[in-house]
Each structure stands twice: as structure tokens, then as C-alpha cells.
């Protein structure tokens, strides 16, 4: 039997515009921009893509089930610029074939800097995720599948308004150099086997990262040996993994559907034509089911130990791609030193109902500066890696967008020195 697990990450980041030294005001982000990419990216992915899975669940009867990782900018966003899709989100939320996962609410690296902020927007994420949807997420999945050893112990210690742990498990990649012989096809723990949500030891899923990356990203690729790559190809695939496991994980971003495979690539097809190929590969035996299903059918096979910090991102599977020069190291320790002195403002109580609106319009924008594409951009990596960070990218260099960006975070601390000077407050003591 083989159990497919999809998981989509659907996110988008409030880019900045462009922002000199010179400027001197609290309005950093291009509406126009993110409005016109918000809806270019719903028109070509998300609308249509959201149909192909609501009409999958209807002609499975149900049996066709896959999971989400929204991002709360990308829900803001759509609350803004495209409730439309927002509204069809909540269609599949209502199918009950749908999970969504927990994330950090600013799709953010808090983890590596602020617990205090990680823990936070943990919790902000899965307010969003139940006022939107009227799910609690039971699974997480850190930004940009950022894991360690460390990140699965804290995980297991985030606890629910009762007092026990929230969640049964964490998504992250299934990387060789920490498998070795060993495939993604089981659940595995953390060393240690911390206790999750249900008193079971939290579950690891890792990422299928080759099934995964033959649909993102090698899909339209005519010089690739398995081009064109069909349905029941596909599901050939899938089904080899009887007899060596029992999950096939495939995560992906969500926008691989018509914004990074254009409509024309035939992937909207191919989709559609997937679950019946996966049942019909092996009838009766092969199906799809959500994360939390997953690790509440099967149980650890063993330990997952990953020391170092992992990720989906590039070559590495490590850091680089938003640490890995000094550009990227300067805005993240920037932005993180005046969390402290921002967070005490947010809940000042000495401050008047219009002094404690600005502090909160503060922290709300400083908490978008912390999201990880403001990083991301400043990659000075070249040849495959360096092509893939130019796509994503809205500047001309990475040397742009590190200095718009701390441009932006200059402004921010200026705001911040000026609340500073009321005697009302005590800032930085």
C-alpha cells in the first residue's frame, strides 16, 4: 500500500517598494505591486488550481485528500486583494478533506533568532487557521521546511490552551546525507522521541524531495530523460514504494500549478488525471490521506537525527540561501536587535488609544520585514541556485535589495528612537 500525502505551501510576501535614504515615512510596502501579483498568481494558479481540487474531492467521493500551509501574509493578502480566493480555501476546509498546517503567522526565521516571536506567531498562524477555517493545526511545517534536532524538541514543547502538546508532528525535507540506507517512505522521530500531541512520540514526515522536484520543478523540462511525464507514469513511481515503506510525501509550493508549470505544460492535467491513476496502479490498495491521518495510522520506524539546520532550498539543504553572506546576516541581526524595545511598545499600557495604534502598526510592520523573501533576495549565489533566487526576486541585484531593505529598517528604528523619547516610556532599559 501506498499512502500519497500532499502538502502545499501557498505564500506570498508583502514586497517592499522602493525606499531611499532620503525618504521619511511609515509606508513601506507596494500595494500596487503585491495587489497585481496577488492577482496575477490567483488568476494562473489558485483559482484554477482550487477548482481541480474541489472537483477531485467531489469525483473521489471524498477519498482524494491533500493539506495546506498558508501563510498569514498570504491570507492577509487575500483578504485584500483577492477574498475570492480566500472564500475557495474555505470551500475545501468545508470538504473535510483538507488539513491545514501550522506555520509562523510572518512566514518568518524567528526560530534561529526569537523563540519569544517564534512561539508567538505560532500561536497568531493558528488563530488565523481556526477563524478562517475552523481547524486547529495538529502538523507543522517551520518557514521554508527549516529543521533540526532542536527545532523537533521545541516543537513538542508548544502546548495547548490544556496544557498538553499540540502537535503530533513536524514536515520537514528527507535528506540522504541524514537518511544514509534509510527512505522518506517511513515516519521517523526526533533522537529522543519527544512526546507529541495523543502521548505518541512526535512524527517526523519527510519530504519525498525527488517525486516531489519531477513536479515542480522538472516538469516542463523537455531536456529531461522523462519528459513528458504522464499521470500513470507518475503513478508508477509512486506505487514503487510498496514493499519499502508505506507514504510517499510530496510537498511542494502550491504555486507549481500554472504560475512555475504554465497552464500550456499540461500540469493542471496531469493533476487531474493523478488520483485515478494512483488507484488504478494498484487497485484497492493505494490512496491518499492528510498528514495528521498519516501519523495517526503509522508509527515511528526510528530516529531522524539532523544536527545541523536543514531546509528545501537549493543544492545545500541548509541556510545559505538567507545566511549565507554578510549582507543576509547584517538584516536579520538588524531586524532582530530592536524586537525587544518594539514588543515592550506593543503592550505599554501607559500609552494613549492613538500612541498604542502606532505601536501596533509598528510591530505589524516590523513583523513583515521579518518574513524570509526579504532575505532570500540578498543571495549572492550563482550558476542553478543563483537563477532560481533571480526568478523569485523583484530587484535588480542582491545588493538592491539589501540596501532598500535596510533603508526600510532605518526608518523603523527611527520611529522606534521616537517613542523612545516620551517619558512615558522605557525603551531599551
Known sequence: MASVVFYFQVHQPFRIKPYSVFDDHPFYFDTEKNGSICQKVADKCYRPMNRVLLDLIKENDGNFRCAFSISGVAIQQFEEFAPDVLDQFKQLAET???????????HSLSFLYSR??????????????????????VVFRNTEL???????????????ADGNPRFKGVCCEGWDHYLGFRKPSYIYTPPGAPIGAGGKPLGLLLKNY??????????????????????????????????????VNLFMDYETFGEHQWADTGIFEFMRALPKAVYDVNPGQNHFITPSMALDEFTPVGEYDVPHYLSWADTERDLSAWLGNAMQANALHETYRIEDNIRKLAVDTSLSAEEQKTAGYLLEDWRKLTTSDHFYYMCTKYWADGDVHKYFSP??????AYINFMNVLDNVQARLAEFGKKETLKVGS
Not at 146 to 160: F, L, T
Not at 213 to 235: H, M, Q
Open 210 to 247: 525527488r517525486l516531489s522536484d519531477d513536479v515542480a520543478f522538472r516538469f516542463s523540462n523537455r531536456g529531461w530523460t522523462e519528459w513528458p511525464l504522464s499521470a500513470e507514469k507518475f503513478a508508477g513511481w509512486v506505487n514503487n514504494v510498496n514493499g519499502d515503506g508505506f507514504l
Open 116 to 137: 519569544k516571536e517564534f512561539e508567538q506567531q505560532v500561536d497568531a498562524h493558528t488563530k488565523l487557521m481556526q477563524e478562517h477555517f475552523n481547524q486547529t493545526p
Open 146 to 160: 527549516v529543521y533540526s534536532n532542536e527545532v523537533g524538541h521545541a516543537v513538542s514543547k508548544i502546548m495547548d
Open 395 to 400: 530587484y535588480d541585484s542582491p545588493y538592491d
Open 96 to 106: 473535510g478533506c483538507v488539513e491545514f498546517l501550522a506555520e509562523t503567522s510572518h
